[in-house]
DNA sequence: CGCGACGTTGATTTGCCTCAACGATTGTGG
DNA sequence: CCACAATCGTTGAGGCAAATCAACGTCGCG
């Protein structure tokens, strides 16, 4: 490990931690062990299409995305990751098949990853862990039922209001292109959408 | 535990985490004793909307369907279950918050339950049970992100033809309006899919 | 038997996409 | 530090995918 900046970064991954489970000396030490310090620059990749996903990855600081391109080379995003959130391929990472997605930066971002065997060696070492992800993944699945669940029964607009009220903070974070091929609509038709909403909810006299 | 039917129906159970990890002697006992018999009939519910989901449900026999009622009162499916299928309404379930899905059974149907409290107790008894479940929710999180995938980059009649595809016995034993609404569209439009996917591959000379 | 779900087909409407053109902003190399 | 390119956001016109509404025959079930 590095010191000075990866410090930090681990600190914070354990202040991570400690916030929904207790971790002893021990295993906070045995995740450090595993764990590597990363950085990207923006419109870097992290993972490509075609090749196998061999970490998961915390995002320390920026933004990192997921997405694929179609046939006809549309994008389409999965999602996003700012601070605290993880982010990879999971299907690839467990099966070890090169991947369909890509993974780059959206802004100069710090990571923080674990690789497969040191993953299987954390839980091997301290099966806690496989409770903490059990927890971590039951959270991620809860919010991409939500999120199907909207995009099946939902028109655009309920997308984008819900997208709004739900990460607000990334609403201005992120240019319109990017939210919008995550709601999975034409970066024209946001458009049209935004300025319909800000023209009912400020109605200029 | 009942005896007779549910005697199968706990082979089967044990059958199925054997066919993916080893268990002991000492855990299948564990989780016996952990797991309720119980049957519900063609339409009945397992889970209303309002009520806390209190127990996991893994499918012996029939077939369930997790759904949401929007407020133009549209049925959107989340889930299938047939045999040797989990279902339940996890946010409500960990959250003790009342569900705003609905379960029912779309054939007469016998599952075993694991309420809320066996199953902490399972995990605390036998920590391996949380990698098992660990690895179940992450195989279930890799299929819900690729339907979301296909639902945000891809039009009714390749979400259509990739069911079939993914499900061809699903997709003779469900009826079409159950089909459309787990595909997110018209039955109707659906209708027209089909004939025309006929005609398509069997031209009538 | 009769009633209500189901599947089909036609006519019309609509939500959203595509293509195209335009300023405004960003960023990049000379 | 400026010039030029590239990307972004906006707006208009036209088109297509899919929803909606409606009518009709069929089947299973009480």
Redesign the interface.
């Known amino acids: 490990m590095k010191p000075d900046q990866s410090q930090a970064a681990i600190y914070q991954l354990l202040s991570y931690f400690s916030a929904f489970i207790p971790l002893s000396r021990v295993e906070k030490d045995l995740l450090v062990s595993k764990v590597q310090w990363k950085r990207f620059r923006k419109h870097q990749f992290v993972l490509q299409e075609g090749d196998v996903c061999r970490q998961i990855n915390f995002v320390i600081s920026g933004c990192l995305r997921t997405y694929?391109i179609?046939e006809q080379g549309?994008i389409?995003i999965?999602q996003f990751a700012i601070e605290n959130s993880w982010i990879n391929d999971?299907?690839s990472f467990?099966s070890f098949v090169p991947s369909t997605l890509n993974i780059d930066a959206l802004e100069d971002t710090e990571v923080l990853q674990i690789s497969y065997e040191n993953l299987i060696s954390l839980?091997t070492e301290a099966?806690?862990f496989?409770?903490v992800?059990?927890v971590l993944?039951?959270n991620?699945?809860?919010g991409?039922?939500?999120?199907?669940?909207l995009?099946?029964?939902?028109t655009a607009e309920e997308r984008f209001r819900s997208f709004s009220e739900t990460y607000p903070n990334l609403t201005n974070r992120l240019s319109q292109v990017q939210i919008a091929a995550y709601l999975?609509v034409s970066p024209e038709f946001l458009s049209r959408l935004r300025s319909k909403a800000a023209k009912s909810s400020s109605p200029k006299p």
């Open positions: 694929k179609d549309n389409h999965l999971l299907g467990h839980y099966p806690k496989d409770k992800f059990r993944i039951e991620a699945y809860i991409l039922q939500k999120r199907l669940l995009n099946i029964s939902s999975g």
